[in-house]
């Protein structure tokens, strides 16, 4: 299980991102296709880790709203 942030990105795409997986980012013409694409992509990341034994990060991040 792993946590992403999802947020806007340019000409209407919605950009996602593994902070626990450096550099696994995907997107999608919506919500849903964005997480769709994360998924598909952190089962890569972690399947080219494990191909070339390197070791797996652990998930190490909690997220806050903070109201300013």
Known sequence: MRQVVIYPGENGYWVV??????GCVSQG??????IANIKEAIRGYIAALEQ??????????????VAV
């Open 17 to 22: 991102e593994c902070p626990s997986l450096p």
């Open 29 to 34: 013409k919506s919500k849903e296709e964005a």
């Open 52 to 65: 070339d034994k390197l070791p797996v990060p652990k998930e190490r991040f909690e997220t806050f709203v």
